[in-house]
Every structure is written in structure tokens, then in C-alpha cells.
T-cell receptor
Framework: DSGVTQTPKHLITATGQRVTLRCSPR?????VYWYQQSLDQGLQFLIQ???????AKGNILERFSAQQFPDLHSELNLSSLELGDSALYFC?????????????FGSGTQLSVL | AQKITQTQPGMFVQEKEAVTLDCTYD???????LFWYKQPSSGEMIFLIY????DQQNATEGRYSLNFQKARKSANLVISASQLGDSAMYFC????????????WGAGTKLIIKP
């Protein structure tokens, strides 16, 4: 058990809908990362937060947004969903986002857009 | 161009044998780091080992070691005495630079250990 909690584990929804994925980092970890894993694109970095502030942005669509709250949990909001958004969404956390620090991953949220 | 290349989509290995999973990378940044993660069928990503570009020695973590050849830009994962529980997808990932912490991932290698 990595200590990173993601809910829900599975999500099935329809095109055009909006969903929210939630992540609780390991106790004491200040940095949260969101990744998308799909069959055609592999693992893609979406966004990183550090102690409530956005730190880095990757291949995140404008329809997607995220935030990190004062208690350090994070939410990834996906709106106007399309079939191609179906993927496994991972949250990861690390203590301070220092060089060489390992990322601890949650079990992921499997999103299916029908 | 691919920044991380894992040339072996799949491998079958006999239990108790050693396994080498290949990873080559491409970067012009002198400061970078290489990670290996394991993804079992249950889906979670499990950290295995890390090698920094300035590390003098090859990283080792239990049965895992990293064969880091900087001039060749390769960072192969070696698993000694493979076990049935090692069957999983294995991903090589790279961090470039010191400030950003975005990992760039390879396509993965599916390893199956045969009894």
C-alpha cells in the first residue's frame, strides 16, 4: 500500500458529462501529480501541485482542471468528456518534489466514457 | 523523437533466472534521473529503483539493480533470481532538469515469469 488514496476506483459516464477524481496524498507529502495512462498515448504527465500551488503543467487539456486544497488533497475535474478521455488516471505524491525523490502512486481511477 | 525507448514489448523468462529489461533515453540536459516502476495486473504503479545522472555508482535495491551506461544513454533494469510475482508491466521513466518534476515514460515491457 503506497499510502496514496484515489477515489473512485472506477467511473463510468457518458460523453459530455463532467466528473471529479479525488486524491489524498501520503501523510506529510506536499506535492501531488496527476498522470493519464491510455492505450494509445501511454503515461502522460498532466499537472503538478506543491503545497496548494500549481508547480508544473504537462499535456493537460483545457477541459481538464485540478486543484490542491489546504489539507493537501487534490481533485482533477474533467468536463465535456469525450470517448478519448477514457483512461486510467493516476495520482502520485512525493514529499517535497526534490530531485531523485520517488513518486508514490495511488491505485488509479479507471474512467470509461461511453 | 522518443525520449524513452523500451525495445522489448514482452518477455518470457523462466523462474529463478535473471532478467534484463532494456531502456534507452535521449536528453541534452546534463542533470536528469531515471526511474523504473512496476505495474502489476492490479494496476498500481510501484517504485523500484532510481538513478541520478551524477550518481557515481549503479543503483541497487534488493533484487533490482540498474545497469547505467551514461555514454550509451542506457539504463537497463536487472532483476536477479526472478519470481512468479515479478510478472508485470515494467516502465522506465526519466526526469529532466532539477526544477520540473515531470516524468517522461517509456511504453513499457510486459514481463511474464514461467514456473
Amino acid at each position: 500500500d503506497s499510502g496514496v488514496t484515489q477515489t473512485p476506483k472506477h467511473l463510468i459516464t457518458a460523453t459530455g458529462q463532467r466528473v471529479t477524481l479525488r486524491c489524498s496524498p501520503r501523510s506529510g507529502d506536499l506535492s501531488v501529480y496527476w498522470y493519464q495512462q491510455s492505450l494509445d498515448q501511454g503515461l502522460q504527465f498532466l499537472i503538478q501541485y506543491y503545497n496548494g500551488e500549481e508547480r508544473a503543467k504537462g499535456n493537460i487539456l483545457e477541459r481538464f482542471s485540478a486543484q490542491q486544497f489546504p489539507d493537501l488533497h487534490s481533485e482533477l475535474n474533467l468536463s465535456s468528456l469525450e470517448l478519448g478521455d477514457s483512461a486510467l488516471y493516476f495520482c502520485a505524491s512525493s514529499t517535497r518534489a526534490r530531485e531523485g525523490e520517488k513518486l508514490f502512486f495511488g491505485s488509479g481511477t479507471q474512467l470509461s466514457v461511453l | 523523437a522518443q525520449k524513452i525507448t523500451q525495445t522489448q514489448p514482452g518477455m518470457f523468462v523462466q523462474e529463478k533466472e535473471a532478467v534484463t529489461l532494456d531502456c534507452t533515453y535521449d536528453t541534452s540536459d546534463p542533470s536528469y534521473g531515471l526511474f523504473w516502476y512496476k505495474q502489476p495486473s492490479s494496476g498500481e504503479m510501484i517504485f523500484l529503483i532510481y538513478q541520478g545522472s551524477y550518481d557515481q555508482q549503479n543503483a541497487t535495491e534488493g533484487r533490482y539493480s540498474l545497469n547505467f551506461q551514461k555514454a550509451r544513454k542506457s539504463a537497463n533494469l536487472v532483476i536477479s533470481a526472478s519470481q512468479l510475482g515479478d510478472s508485470a508491466m515494467y516502465f522506465c521513466a526519466m526526469r529532466e532538469g532539477r526544477s520540473n518534476y515531470q516524468l517522461i515514460w517509456g511504453a513499457g515491457t510486459k514481463l511474464i515469469i514461467k514456473p
